[in-house]
C-alpha cells in the first residue's frame, strides 16, 4: 500500500537563544515522535532542497530577500520578526520553504502531502512579522503557478492568528483564494483583508469551532473549485496554547485535521498540508498537538486509497 507523502529535513532546526518562546525544537521533535509512535517510516520523508532565489522573488522583494540571506537587515525590522539573525537561522528559513514547496508538488502528484514545519504567514513581500521571515505559502502558490502545475488555489488557514502577510501577497489576485478562520482579538492587531475571514470569539470550544468550519468549507471548495488546497494546520487554537485564547482539546483538534482532509480529499480536491503555529511550555505535548497532522492524513490517504 502507498504511504503518504511527508516532508522533513534535519536544518529544520536553527539554533535559537535560550528561553526563546518559539521552540524550533519541535520540527526534529515531531519527525521523532512520527516514527517513534508508528505514524511513519524513515522511508515516507522527502528531503527539500534550498529554493532558488527567483522562488523566493515571486512573492517577496529582492532588497528584503538578499538582506535577509546576507544578514544586513537592519536592527528593528529584526525585532518585527521576533528572530535574532543567523546564517542558520537564514539557511533553515530557506530550507522551511523549500519543503513548502515540495509538499505542495507531492500533494499535486499523490492527493495528499504533509510537510513538517510551514506556515509562515505574518511573512510580507517587504518584511517579516511574528516569527515569519518568509511567507512558505505564498511562494508554494506561486511556484506551482509558474510551473503551470496548478492555476486556481484555495489556502485555507486555521491558524489561531489571522494570516494577514498572506492575505495581503493576494489581496488583488483571483487567482490565489485566501481563507483565514482565526480568534477575532489576538494578533496581528491590525487585520487584513482575506477573500473570506471568519473571526472567532475568545474561548471558542470544540462544538462550535467545528461547526462554524463545517458552515464554509465545503460551500468555499465548491465555489472556488481549486486545483490545489494548501493548508496551514496551526495547533494555536488549542486552550494550553501561550498565544491562542481559543480552546480546542486534543480530540478537537483531530477532529478539525479529519474534516478537513477528509472534506478535500473527498471531493477531489489535492491538499498540502503545513504544521502553523503553536506555543507550550509543555514541548512533548505541542509536539503530540503537532502530530495530530500527520495521523489524520495517515488515516484518510489509507481510507481514499491515495497514491495508487
Known sequence: MPLLPLVYHPDYVAPLPDGHRFPMAKFRELYELLIRDGVAVSAQFRAPELPPRDWLELVHLPDYVRAYREGTLDTQAQRRIGLPWSAALARRTCIAVGGSVLTARLALANGLACNTAGGTHHAFPGYGSGFCIFNDLAI??????????????????????????????????????????????????????SDLDVPLPEGMEDEAYLQTLAQYLPDLLAQVKPDLVLYDAGVDPHFDDLLG????????????????????????????????????????????????????????????????
Open 245 to 308: 485564547k481559543l480552546a480546542l482539546t486534543d480530540t478537537g483538534l483531530f477532529r478539525r485535521e479529519m474534516q478537513v482532509l477528509g472534506t478535500c480529499v473527498k471531493q477531489g480536491y489535492p491538499i498540502a498540508c503545513v504544521i502553523g503555529g503553536g506555543y507550550s511550555k509543555d514541548l512533548s505535548g505541542l509536539v503530540y498537538r503537532h502530530s495530530l497532522l500527520h495521523r489524520a492524513a495517515t488515516q484518510i490517504y489509507e481510507q481514499y486509497r491515495l497514491g495508487a
Open 140 to 193: 508554494a502558490a506561486r511556484v506551482m503557478q509558474s510551473l503551470g502545475l496548478a492555476q486556481k488555489i484555495l489556502i485555507v488557514d486555521l491558524d489561531v492568528h489571522q494570516g494577514d502577510g498572506t492575505a495581503y501577497i493576494f489581496q488583488d489576485d483571483p487567482s490565489v483564494f485566501t481563507f483565514s478562520m482565526h480568534c477575532d482579538i489576538n494578533f496581528p492587531g491590525k487585520k487584513q483583508q
